[in-house]
């Protein structure tokens, strides 16, 4: 199999760019000379070698720029790349040919794309290290290898590494560059943990890429000087193992070899020991012939290869029963009274309690207790959760207890009208305080003792001021739910919390979250973002380790504080199953669902019916419009059911029957009266873990389910898949069996989520506040995140598509030169799009649409919805009385929701990949930024994905819409701007030790047809 000369020239590219981003560090040695005389010329101060050196090293700055120069047409782009890469071809004796007239808009836009990811890798890169020695030339017994740099700090070598790119990526297709912008980092032991047989070219990126590690840890080894870091550098983040000795280069190796041994299909194990052995040196690879559809194990470089047998026979077994280990931390009552005695204990004794204990062991019961002990005796407490229902259940008990309370919330709403655009007013009382935020501080400086509970939105528009008056008026302040507050909660409470740490003025605080799972992950945390002053981001951390004590108690200091990290564990005897399904329309088939469920418990003897009729099943699907027809399918056929979601505010007393909900039965909803528990994908083709960050969530509303020895409770997983081949429903099951085994019962697998703290106002909105009964325009960006979710699930409910439809042409500013696979634009100033449209369509159902509609609107659980159409569309109930049929209403519809023009652009980034396809058919699956996991649990955070045409260069790509208020926003005098923001996030999130970074395989299909 020949070598594609234009992968080749894509790697120089990306070579040349690191180089020129090196080049004010850089040496590069004139032949003749190696290592050993370019530290002699260091120690012995030989100027002529190493003025040699730099200005070899320095050619790359102007051959990168003149082939970057702005202003050129094509041709004579093009020209300059083959005269550049021609030069470079000579030199080094590259085996490969550059034909310019072959070069397509692609191939040039995507050598440009590469260039300029490389050189700012290279700047990133050249933060760390000092000097560089670039194709430093390592002697050894047969001869020397070439790795592409060795760092230096002074005269000592710290890092050895290499410019990787992954060739098979990177043939002009929409496939590849999906896969390109797909990485992420892993440590060896979440690897390991995770394993799993993989299909044949998700097990073909992984061997390729695993190899690029091989070839460094080979330079190590014979590089033979250590400690040093062995550093792999993508275009898409660097990698740096640290080897303190020679043996940790043997472990590495060891390590990578199990990880492809246990994730290598089934059909390459025949070759398994050529594929192995292969490894050491990192030449190895495997290709796909796309011709032939067959994948080939090359030792090097132009061998013929063997050829690897692909078995694509389906999986037979889509369900079954799950063989999990017995709980181990049992005795609900003895840890409940542990529990509160221990609680109890450290509220008196520390200022800063983390109480990260089970789900189960009451850590809202001691609360309670507490802040009623510090109300009688003349108090304050103030109460913080992300959830209104928690709020008013914390309300209720506390008043049954006799307890005095106050829970704020804003009192205006906004309403949305169509004139010749959207046009949203401010509905509010024009006297006295509407705003949560202002509300929450009047009601804390009464004089009066008792409990005032708060969203933790309310608590985040508070500015440092604000807290200090937090401190003086309270004497508890309580943090519910605290990483799932959303990303902006946590920086405020963060940054709160250093606040209080330095000058606490008496005032305890309580963190409630039994997310935070580990103390090593945690506790080093907090006392990073407390202690700092200025902006701090502490990465997304996975952490496998076994938390070997019960309770696992933490004590530490901050400032002027003591604090204590304390979790007691509890198990539940459950039983589990897990279940592929296909889906062939826009709603799964629930009565295969309910029949699959059915069958499995069957084999435990438990009637599903039985259970459904006394109303002792809870569905969680995180998606409205599952959760709603759901709802209806199990009521139409005589199933006491209850829907819970965000929108809707019940109290546990209210939660009878079965219930369908969303992620809010994480939080604060009392499960323990239900006997199964299932979880249905929120869409078809979901894996769960590639969404193994999010776990807590599941293990939350598991945990809420409760179960006993000898009336044991029952958890089944969904599947859904849709038309890929590649995942079909014995796929899915596996997969589930996988999740569940190694990654949800596992108590060593730990997470933590990204957190920031300090720095300003990064997710607070832009613009000033309105007024009461003041209207303005409604820009794209905001429609699409604050109005358009609730009409799509209100049109889906009766059997209609709602789907925006847009053309934009924007100005956009320079590329922010982010450290991400992207070029990241933010939208420059506001435009008028005359051509939005939300396309109206019927879908195929079985039901009357027209009657539908009219049900739909009526319906109590669309109540917000109805009357945001009616708002938008004072002629519905006319329509539907007069058409002739769902075609007639759609049309109608339609047209009575398009506006004129509406604004866009005010608040919005433009994420492209770095890499261009040839032409862009249709969109790649579930596409997400980098940028998203930084805005976890934001609800003014949105992505949509998007074509993206740039006429100057005559090539289109898929593009993310990255949509939230900070994107507008101008900078005040205490804020870091957000640029300087995300990079400094992404730098942490990229440049990570002792972590690989590698193609996201977890996906379950390979972005091939």
Same mark, same amino acid.
């Given at each position: 199999?020949?070598?594609?000369?234009?992968?080749?020239?894509?790697?120089?590219?990306?070579?040349?760019?690191?180089?020129?981003?090196?080049?004010?560090?850089?040496?590069?040695?004139?032949?003749?000379?190696?290592?050993?005389?370019?530290?002699?010329? *260091?120690?012995?101060? @030989?100027?002529?070698?190493?003025?040699?050196?730099?200005?070899?090293?320095?050619?790359?700055?102007?051959?990168?720029?003149?082939?970057?120069?702005?202003?050129?047409?094509?041709?004579?782009?093009?020209?300059?790349?083959?005269?550049?890469?021609?030069?470079?071809?000579?030199?080094?004796?590259?085996?490969?040919?550059?034909?310019?007239?072959?070069?397509?808009?692609?191939?040039?836009?995507?050598?440009?794309?590469?260039?300029?990811?490389?050189?700012?890798?290279?700047?990133?890169?050249? &933060?760390?290290? =000092?000097?560089?020695?670039?194709?430093?030339?390592?002697?050894?017994?047969?001869?020397?290898?070439?790795? @592409?740099?060795?760092?230096?700090?002074?005269?000592?070598?710290?890092?050895?590494?290499?410019?990787?790119?992954?060739?098979?990526?990177?043939?002009?297709?929409?496939?590849?560059?999906?896969?390109?912008?797909?990485?992420?980092?892993?440590?060896?032991?979440?690897?390991?943990?995770?394993?799993?047989?993989?299909?044949?070219?998700?097990?073909?990126?992984?061997?390729?890429?695993?190899?690029?590690?091989?070839?460094?840890?080979?330079?190590? $080894?014979?590089?033979?000087?250590? !400690?040093?870091?062995?550093?792999?550098?993508?275009?898409? +983040?660097?990698?740096?193992?640290?080897?303190?000795?020679?043996?940790?280069?043997?472990?590495?190796?060891?390590?990578?070899?199990? *990880?492809?041994?246990?994730?290598?299909?089934?059909? #390459?194990?025949?070759?398994?020991?050529?594929?192995?052995?292969?490894?050491?040196?990192?030449?190895?690879?495997?290709?796909?012939?796309?011709?032939?559809?067959?994948?080939?194990?090359?030792?090097?470089?132009?061998?013929?290869?063997?050829?690897?047998?692909?078995?694509?026979? !389906?999986?037979?077994?889509?369900? %079954?029963?799950?063989?999990?280990?017995?709980?181990?931390?049992?005795?609900?009552?003895? $840890?409940?009274?542990?529990?509160?005695?221990?609680?109890?204990?450290?509220?008196?004794?520390?200022?800063?309690?983390?109480?990260?204990?089970?789900?189960?062991? %009451?850590?809202?019961?001691?609360?309670?207790?507490?802040?009623?002990?510090?109300?009688?005796?003349?108090?304050?407490?103030?109460?913080?959760?992300?959830? *209104?229902?928690?709020?008013?259940?914390?309300?209720?008990?506390?008043?049954?207890?006799?307890?005095?309370?106050?829970?704020?919330?804003?009192?205006?709403?906004?309403?949305?009208?169509?004139?010749?655009?959207?046009?949203?007013?401010?509905?509010?009382?024009?006297?006295?305080?509407?705003?949560?935020?202002?509300?929450?501080?009047?009601?804390?400086?009464?004089?009066?003792?008792?409990?005032?509970?708060?969203?933790?939105?309310?608590?985040?528009?508070?500015?440092?001021?604000?807290?200090?008056?937090?401190?003086?008026?309270?004497?508890?302040?309580?943090?519910?739910?605290?990483?799932?507050?959303?990303?902006?909660?946590?920086?405020?409470?963060?940054?709160?919390?250093?606040?209080?740490?330095?000058?606490?003025?008496?005032?305890?605080?309580?963190?409630?979250?039994?997310?935070?799972?580990?103390?090593?992950?945690?506790?080093?945390?907090?006392?990073?973002?407390?202690?700092?002053?200025?902006?701090?981001?502490?990465?997304?951390?996975?952490?496998?380790?076994?938390?070997?004590?019960?309770?696992?108690?933490? &004590?530490?200091?901050?400032?002027?504080?003591?604090?204590?990290?304390?979790?007691?564990?509890?198990?539940?005897?459950?039983?589990?199953?897990?279940?592929?399904?296909?889906?062939?329309?826009?709603?799964?088939?629930?009565?295969?669902?309910?029949?699959?469920?059915?069958?499995?418990? %069957?084999?435990?003897?438990?009637?599903?019916?039985?259970?459904?009729?006394?109303?002792?099943?809870?569905?969680?699907?995180?998606?409205?419009?599952?959760?709603?027809?759901?709802?209806?399918?199990?009521?139409?056929?005589?199933?006491?059911?209850?829907?819970?979601?965000?929108?809707?505010?019940?109290?546990?007393?209210?939660?009878?029957?079965?219930?369908?909900?969303?992620?809010? *039965?994480?939080?604060?909803?009392?499960?323990?009266?239900? @006997?199964?528990?299932?979880?249905?994908?929120?869409?078809?083709?979901?894996?769960?873990?590639?969404?193994?960050?999010?776990?807590?969530?599941?293990?939350?509303?598991?945990?809420?389910?409760?179960?006993?020895?000898?009336?044991?409770?029952?958890?089944?997983?969904?599947?859904?898949?849709?038309?890929?081949?590649?995942?079909?429903?014995?796929?899915?099951?596996?997969?589930?069996?996988? #999740?569940?085994?190694?990654?949800?019962?596992?108590?060593?697998?730990?997470?933590?989520?990204?957190?920031?703290?300090?720095?300003?106002?990064?997710?607070?909105?832009?613009?000033?506040?309105?007024?009461? +009964?003041?209207?303005?325009?409604?820009?794209?960006?905001?429609?699409?995140?604050?109005?358009?979710?609730?009409?799509?699930?209100?049109?889906?409910?009766?059997?209609?598509?709602?789907?925006?439809?847009?053309?934009?042409?924007?100005?956009?500013?320079?590329?922010?030169?982010?450290?991400?696979?992207?070029?990241?634009?933010?939208?420059?100033?506001?435009?008028?799009?005359?051509?939005?449209?939300?396309?109206?369509?019927?879908? $195929?159902?079985?039901?009357?649409?027209?009657?539908?509609?009219?049900?739909?609107?009526?319906?109590?659980?669309?109540?917000?919805?109805?009357?945001?159409?009616?708002?938008?569309?004072?002629?519905?109930?006319?329509?539907?009385?007069?058409?002739?049929?769902?075609?007639?209403?759609?049309?109608?519809? =339609?047209?009575?929701?398009?506006?004129?023009?509406?604004?866009?652009?005010?608040?919005?980034?433009?994420?492209? !990949? #770095?890499?261009?396809?040839?032409?862009?058919?249709?969109?790649?699956?579930?596409?997400?930024?980098?940028?998203?996991?930084?805005?976890?649990?934001?609800?003014?955070?949105? =992505?949509?994905?998007?074509?993206?045409?740039?006429?100057?260069?005559?090539?289109?790509?898929?593009?993310?819409?990255?949509?939230?208020?900070?994107?507008?926003?101008?900078?005040?005098?205490?804020?870091?701007?957000?640029?300087?923001?995300?990079?400094?996030?992404?730098?942490?999130?990229?440049?990570?030790?002792?972590?690989?970074?590698?193609?996201?395989?977890?996906?379950?299909?390979?972005?091939?047809?």
């Amino acid at each position: 199999m020949k070598e594609n000369p234009l992968t080749v020239l894509y790697g120089e590219a990306f070579e040349l760019g690191v180089k020129a981003g090196l080049a004010s560090k850089a040496y590069q040695l004139p032949d003749g000379y190696d290592v050993e005389d370019f530290e002699d010329a *260091l120690l012995e101060g @030989d100027d002529t070698l190493l003025e040699m050196a730099r200005e070899i090293a320095g050619e790359s700055l102007p051959l990168y720029n003149y082939v970057l120069e702005n202003g050129l047409d094509r041709d004579a782009r093009i020209s300059r790349i083959v005269e550049v890469f021609r030069k470079k071809q000579v030199k080094r004796a590259l085996k490969f040919s550059i034909d310019g007239s072959l070069l397509a808009n692609t191939d040039v836009a995507n050598i440009l794309s590469l260039l300029q990811m490389g050189y700012r890798t290279g700047k990133i890169l050249g &933060e760390r290290y =000092e000097t560089f020695l670039l194709e430093a030339p390592v002697g050894y017994s047969l001869g020397y290898l070439y790795p @592409d740099f060795i760092a230096f700090n002074g005269r000592t070598p710290v890092a050895i590494g290499d410019f990787k790119v992954l060739f098979g990526y990177f043939d002009a297709d929409l496939t590849n560059v999906a896969w390109s912008v797909s990485f992420e980092t892993y440590s060896m032991e979440e690897l390991l943990t995770r394993v799993k047989r993989i299909s044949g070219y998700s097990f073909k990126t992984l061997y390729n890429a695993a190899g690029k590690y091989a070839k460094v840890l080979n330079y190590a $080894r014979k590089f033979d000087r250590f !400690p040093i870091e062995a550093v792999v550098v993508f275009p898409l +983040g660097i990698s740096i193992l640290e080897l303190g000795s020679f043996s940790a280069i043997g472990e590495y190796y060891s390590k990578l070899l199990e *990880l492809l041994e246990k994730m290598m299909p089934e059909s #390459f194990m025949e070759h398994a020991r050529e594929i192995l052995d292969g490894f050491y040196t990192g030449n190895a690879f495997i290709k796909y012939d796309e011709t032939s559809g067959t994948f080939y194990f090359h030792k090097k470089s132009k061998d013929k290869g063997i050829q690897l047998r692909w078995d694509k026979r !389906p999986i037979q077994q889509n369900m %079954g029963h799950i063989k999990t280990p017995r709980p181990f931390y049992t005795g609900v009552m003895k $840890r409940r009274l542990r529990h509160e005695k221990d609680l109890m204990k450290y509220l008196e004794e520390f200022d800063l309690i983390i109480d990260a204990s089970d789900q189960g062991t %009451g850590k809202n019961y001691v609360f309670l207790r507490y802040a009623s002990d510090v109300v009688s005796n003349g108090g304050k407490v103030l109460f913080i959760s992300p959830r *209104l229902h928690i709020l008013s259940e914390t309300k209720r008990k506390l008043e049954r207890n006799g307890i005095k309370t106050l829970l704020v919330s804003s009192s205006a709403r906004r309403k949305l009208k169509k004139r010749k655009t959207y046009v949203e007013t401010l509905e509010a009382p024009k006297t006295g305080t509407y705003q949560a935020s202002r509300k929450l501080l009047r009601s804390l400086r009464t004089e009066e003792p008792g409990v005032v509970l708060a969203t933790s939105q309310a608590f985040q528009y508070l500015n440092p001021e604000s807290w200090k008056s937090v401190l003086k008026y309270t004497d508890l302040v309580v943090f519910d739910e605290f990483t799932n507050s959303g990303a902006g909660a946590v920086e405020s409470t963060l940054s709160f919390l250093r606040t209080f740490s330095r000058n606490p003025r008496g005032t305890k605080v309580a963190i409630l979250d039994a997310s935070m799972t580990h103390p090593g992950l945690y506790v080093d945390a907090f006392k990073k973002h407390l202690s700092s002053r200025g902006m701090v981001y502490t990465p997304l951390e996975v952490l496998v380790s076994r938390v070997e004590e019960d309770p696992a108690v933490r &004590e530490f200091k901050v400032n002027s504080i003591r604090a204590v990290y304390y979790r007691i564990h509890l198990d539940f005897p459950l039983e589990y199953y897990a279940m592929g399904l296909g889906v062939h329309s826009q709603i799964p088939d629930w009565n295969a669902v309910i029949a699959g469920a059915s069958e499995l418990l %069957g084999e435990r003897e438990v009637n599903l019916e039985n259970l459904l009729k006394d109303g002792k099943v809870v569905f969680y699907v995180d998606n409205r419009l599952y959760v709603d027809d759901l709802t209806e399918f199990l009521v139409e056929r005589g199933y006491p059911t209850t829907p819970v979601h965000s929108e809707i505010g019940l109290s546990n007393e209210e939660l009878g029957g079965n219930v369908v909900g969303t992620s809010s *039965l994480a939080f604060g909803v009392n499960l323990e009266n239900h @006997d199964v528990l299932v979880f249905i994908s929120p869409y078809p083709g979901y894996r769960h873990d590639n969404n193994a960050y999010g776990i807590e969530l599941y293990r939350q509303v598991i945990k809420r389910l409760r179960g006993y020895e000898g009336g044991k409770k029952h958890v089944i997983f969904v599947g859904l898949t849709g038309n890929d081949e590649n995942y079909s429903e014995g796929v899915a099951y596996l997969s589930l069996v996988g #999740f569940i085994r190694n990654l949800l019962l596992n108590r060593d697998f730990h997470i933590r989520l990204p957190m920031f703290s300090g720095g300003g106002r990064f997710f607070k909105p832009s613009g000033g506040n309105m007024k009461p +009964g003041e209207s303005r325009e409604v820009s794209f960006e905001a429609f699409m995140r604050d109005y358009y979710p609730s009409l799509k699930r209100l049109f889906m409910a009766s059997g209609f598509s709602l789907r925006p439809v847009f053309k934009f042409e924007f100005a956009l500013s320079e590329d922010w030169e982010l450290p991400v696979p992207f070029r990241v634009h933010r939208i420059t100033g506001e435009y008028v799009a005359n051509n939005f449209t939300l396309e109206v369509l019927p879908l $195929r159902v079985q039901f009357d649409h027209v009657e539908r509609f009219q049900e739909v609107l009526a319906d109590r659980k669309y109540r917000r919805s109805a009357e945001l159409l009616r708002n938008l569309v004072p002629k519905i109930d006319e329509y539907l009385s007069s058409v002739k049929n769902e075609h007639e209403l759609a049309r109608k519809l =339609e047209k009575a929701l398009r506006p004129s023009y509406i604004l866009a652009g005010y608040s919005s980034l433009l994420l492209v !990949p #770095f890499l261009y396809p040839l032409h862009v058919d249709e969109m790649p699956h579930r596409i997400e930024s980098p940028l998203k996991r930084l805005f976890f649990g934001e609800s003014r955070y949105t =992505e949509i994905p998007v074509k993206v045409v740039e006429k100057d260069k005559g090539v289109e790509n898929f593009g993310i819409l990255a949509i939230h208020p900070v994107f507008g926003m101008t900078t005040g005098r205490r804020d870091v701007p957000v640029q300087e923001k995300l990079r400094m996030a992404m730098v942490e999130e990229r440049l990570r030790k002792n972590r690989f970074y590698l193609p996201n395989v977890w996906k379950g299909h390979d972005w091939r047809k």
